[in-house]
């Protein structure tokens, strides 16, 4: 259906509406009418005030990320751990034991909860405490 409106210039515009649209509107229980001005909305042809105000509200205030640059991703923040002072205890004194064996050079804890590494001769070792969680019920 061929359908001529007026531009926000001032300017006579004639478009074609696909049959789709109108019989998706009968549908719908929508006027012809209602259904034109709905797809001139929907495909930019015409600019509802309303409309306008509320997606300036609604980017203003971040919602479903309307505000949100295009592409741009929401940056993640890095996870909080608690320091697990079993853990501390143990590779504290695992690296003692270590360290007093007889043959062992460059011991050192690499990471405080988790890892000691060490070595004997010309051989490099780590020890990896790992922590294992509560089967669920």
């Known amino acids: 259906m061929k359908h001529t ?25 929508l006027s012809v009418k209602e259904t034109i001005e709905r797809y001139l909305s929907d495909e930019g042809y015409v600019v509802d005030p309303i409309v ?18 295009q592409g741009e991703k929401k940056k993640r923040k890095a996870p909080v751990r ?13 690296f003692e034991f270590v360290k007093a064996y007889a ?4 011991v050192e804890v690499t990471n405080i909860e988790r890892m000691i590494a060490f070595s004997i001769g010309e051989d490099k070792y780590e020890i990896t405490l790992s922590k294992k969680r509560k089967p669920k019920n």
């Open 52 to 69: 306008e105000a509320l997606t300036a509200k609604a980017k203003a205030n971040g919602v479903n990320n309307a505000g949100r640059v």
């Open 103 to 106: 043959g062992t050079d460059n």
């Open 82 to 94: 608690k320091p697990d002072e079993t853990k501390r205890a143990l590779i504290q004194a695992l």
């Open 5 to 29: 409106f007026i531009t926000a210039e001032g300017r006579e515009r004639t478009i074609n509406i696909p049959d789709e649209i109108l019989t998706q509107g009968r549908k719908e229980r």
